[in-house]
């Protein structure tokens, strides 16, 4: 047995965002020991690169890294993120927000939601984002940090950024290379595996050279050159439960005099979804869609009219496969980004479970022994959160209100049992499944079903022990705070000014 057995050297294979994220981490983590880090990647390789809204959790990544939120923002044209807003996915004119934060405040221990339901029982109009800090502010386009002590749940939300992924990466390489970190700029053309084992011994590159390493990260995107070229893991395709399966995507100027909105926009199209995301110096704009049901030329007539301002690049084209790679770790390989799995950007998480793949790598970094139950516990925990984010997306999808062949289709489609048990304990009594590493919570659930209008059959009965006229002044207080707490907040503009201008990508 080797009486030293610690990792000395990790190869990661691509850079881009989920490269140099997993750089720039591993090399803060482990700053003091002898961990060599090196990234491999061609600079005559382009990366997907078009994921600029996130959720956030990207804030206390990049925080444990040392940066704040004005560095990030200034080096990547970053706006503030509250939530999503969701237009006409139940018919033309419909909207609602999806916010980062809770609703309303409990009373005697019972969920504020069991309370709302009650009221509107009652013949209450207001809107759920009316207990919501994060959506009011959304709403009326201003933006103010959270209090770091809320002085109650009415006041506690949360926000992310949108920002230039391209630039993101780029200025965590710099982070990475000031770091240790080497940067090899060569093409990958094989993969030497160990023949007693089949674990990777190194990396074959166009200039003859061999990198050799203990442990590998593939971060080479959706060709998955390590895990699944060289180690051929098989892809769990979940085409069935999510029928999109291509984007296209335009970047374009921002209207001149409008004032970037902090929220990210996702607008159904006949022929799919179209995101809508403001940065300080442009905008990012694409749309996703089904090749079963559409041209490229169709969804481009859905696109091309509804640009945020007017195109500066011509449209490209991403093909995709919803799912994921049956294990995220095969033997000394750590997949993490598009190589381990995909679900759509609906709602921001692309970036997301990169974070959370980096977390875990963290926590269950190997030694050279690779035993088997820290690898096992890395894949179940991945493949929990991938499944738990599939579950959140298809949700939409169910709920839709449209009436275009293929959004019946989406309607009609068959769904996981893990979603079907969702589903049903929320309509027969308005509570919710938690199920282990999941991304969204109670409050995001929340947020869906009211938003497309899904209510339960019941509510917890405890509510009928507090008097009627007494619930609906507490909740009209919450109203009021709420709107006070709005009124109070500048623009989402005058916070962005305060800001130096960002680096242009």
Same mark, same amino acid.
């Given at each position: 047995?080797?009486?030293?057995?610690?990792?000395?050297?990790?190869?990661?294979?691509?850079?881009?965002?989920?490269?140099?994220?997993?750089?720039?981490?591993?090399?803060?983590?482990?700053?003091?020991?002898?961990?060599?880090?090196?990234?491999?990647?061609?600079?005559?390789?382009?990366?997907?690169?078009?994921?600029?809204?996130?959720?956030?959790?990207?804030?206390?990544?990049?925080?444990?890294?040392?940066?704040?939120?004005?560095?990030?923002?200034?080096?990547?044209?970053?706006?503030?993120?509250?939530?999503?807003?969701?237009?006409?996915?139940?018919?033309?004119?419909?909207?609602?927000?999806?916010?980062?934060?809770?609703?309303?405040?409990?009373?005697?221990?019972?969920?504020?939601? =069991?309370?709302?339901?009650?009221?509107?029982?009652?013949?209450?109009?207001?809107?759920?984002?009316?207990?919501?800090?994060?959506?009011?502010?959304?709403?009326?386009?201003?933006?103010?940090?959270?209090?770091?002590?809320?002085?109650?749940?009415?006041?506690?939300?949360?926000?992310?950024?949108?920002?230039?992924?391209?630039?993101?990466?780029?200025?965590?390489?710099?982070?990475?290379?000031?770091?240790?970190?080497?940067?090899?700029?060569?093409?990958?053309?094989?993969?030497?595996?160990?023949?007693?084992?089949?674990?990777?011994?190194?990396?074959?590159?166009?200039?003859?050279?061999?990198?050799?390493?203990?442990?590998?990260?593939?971060?080479?995107?959706?060709?998955?050159?390590?895990?699944?070229?060289?180690?051929?893991?098989?892809?769990?395709?979940?085409?069935?439960?999510?029928?999109?399966?291509?984007?296209?995507?335009?970047?374009?100027? =921002?209207?001149?005099?409008?004032?970037?909105?902090?929220?990210?926009?996702?607008?159904?199209?006949?022929?799919?979804?179209?995101?809508?995301?403001?940065?300080?110096?442009?905008?990012?704009?694409?749309?996703?869609?089904?090749?079963?049901?559409?041209?490229?030329?169709?969804?481009?007539?859905?696109?091309?009219?509804?640009?945020?301002?007017?195109?500066?690049?011509?449209?490209?084209?991403?093909?995709?496969?919803?799912?994921?790679?049956?294990?995220?770790?095969?033997?000394?390989?750590?997949?993490?980004?598009?190589?381990?799995?995909?679900?759509?950007?609906?709602?921001?998480?692309?970036?997301?479970?990169?974070?959370?793949?980096?977390?875990?790598?963290?926590?269950?970094?190997?030694?050279?022994?690779?035993?088997?139950?820290?690898?096992?516990?890395? =894949?179940?925990?991945?493949?929990?959160?991938?499944?738990?984010?599939?579950?959140?997306?298809?949700?939409?999808?169910?709920?839709?209100?449209?009436?275009?062949?293929?959004?019946?289709?989406?309607?009609?489609?068959?769904?996981?049992?893990?979603?079907?048990?969702?589903?049903?304990?929320?309509?027969?009594?308005?509570?919710?499944?938690?199920?282990?590493?999941?991304?969204?919570?109670?409050?995001?659930?929340?947020?869906?079903?009211?938003?497309?209008?899904?209510?339960?059959?019941?509510?917890?009965?405890?509510?009928?022990?507090?008097?009627?006229?007494?619930?609906?002044?507490?909740?009209?207080?919450?109203?009021?705070?709420?709107?006070?707490?709005?009124?109070?907040?500048?623009?989402?503009?005058?916070?962005?000014?305060?800001?130096?201008?960002?680096?242009?990508?």
């Amino acid at each position: 047995m080797d009486p030293d057995p610690r990792i000395r050297s990790v190869v990661i294979v691509g850079g881009g965002t989920a490269g140099w994220m997993t750089a720039a981490a591993l090399v803060q983590h482990f700053r003091g020991t002898d961990l060599k880090v090196t990234v491999v990647e061609s600079s005559a390789i382009g990366t997907i690169g078009v994921g600029e809204a996130t959720i956030p959790t990207i804030r206390r990544f990049y925080a444990q890294l040392g940066l704040s939120d004005a560095e990030v923002m200034r080096a990547t044209g970053a706006t503030c993120k509250l939530g999503i807003r969701f237009n006409d996915w139940s018919g033309p004119g419909s909207d609602f927000i999806h916010p980062f934060g809770l609703y309303g405040q409990e009373l005697k221990g019972i969920g504020f939601h =069991n309370f709302w339901l009650a009221d509107r029982e009652r013949g209450q109009t207001a809107p759920l984002s009316a207990y919501s800090l994060g959506a009011s502010l959304a709403e009326a386009g201003r933006f103010v940090p959270p209090s770091p002590r809320p002085p109650s749940s009415l006041s506690v939300f949360d926000w992310a950024l949108q920002l230039d992924a391209t630039a993101f990466a780029q200025h965590l390489r710099a982070y990475a290379e000031a770091g240790g970190c080497e940067r090899i700029d060569a093409r990958i053309l094989g993969v030497d595996l160990r023949p007693r084992d089949g674990f990777i011994e190194g990396v074959v590159l166009d200039d003859d050279r061999r990198i050799e390493g203990d442990l590998f990260v593939d971060c080479s995107g959706f060709r998955a050159l390590l895990i699944g070229e060289a180690l051929s893991e098989p892809y769990e395709d979940w085409s069935k439960w999510l029928l999109c399966d291509t984007a296209l995507a335009v970047q374009s100027e =921002n209207p001149p005099g409008e004032a970037p909105p902090p929220f990210t926009r996702v607008t159904a199209r006949p022929s799919g979804w179209q995101w809508g995301i403001p940065l300080q110096h442009r905008a990012g704009n694409g749309i996703v869609f089904s090749s079963r049901h559409v041209t490229d030329e169709q969804a481009l007539d859905d696109l091309t009219p509804n640009l945020i301002g007017g195109a500066l690049t011509e449209p490209r084209r991403i093909p995709f496969r919803p799912g994921r790679r049956r294990r995220a770790w095969v033997k000394n390989c750590v997949s993490i980004g598009l190589s381990a799995g995909f679900v759509e950007p609906l709602e921001s998480t692309s970036i997301a479970v990169i974070e959370t793949a980096i977390d875990r790598l963290k926590a269950l970094f190997p030694d050279r022994r690779f035993v088997q139950p820290v690898i096992d516990e890395f =894949n179940d925990q991945t493949a929990c959160e991938l499944d738990r984010v599939r579950d959140f997306v298809i949700l939409h999808y169910k709920l839709n209100g449209r009436d275009e062949p293929f959004w019946r289709d989406c309607r009609e489609a068959p769904i996981p049992d893990t979603l079907q048990r969702k589903l049903d304990l929320w309509k027969a009594r308005g509570q919710f499944v938690r199920y282990r590493w999941e991304m969204f919570h109670p409050a995001s659930w929340l947020a869906i079903y009211a938003g497309f209008g899904v209510w339960p059959d019941g509510y917890d009965p405890a509510v009928n022990g507090i008097d009627a006229d007494q619930l609906s002044r507490s909740l009209a207080e919450m109203r009021r705070a709420v709107a006070e707490a709005v009124s109070r907040a500048p623009a989402h503009a005058e916070f962005l000014s305060s800001l130096q201008p960002p680096v242009a990508a």
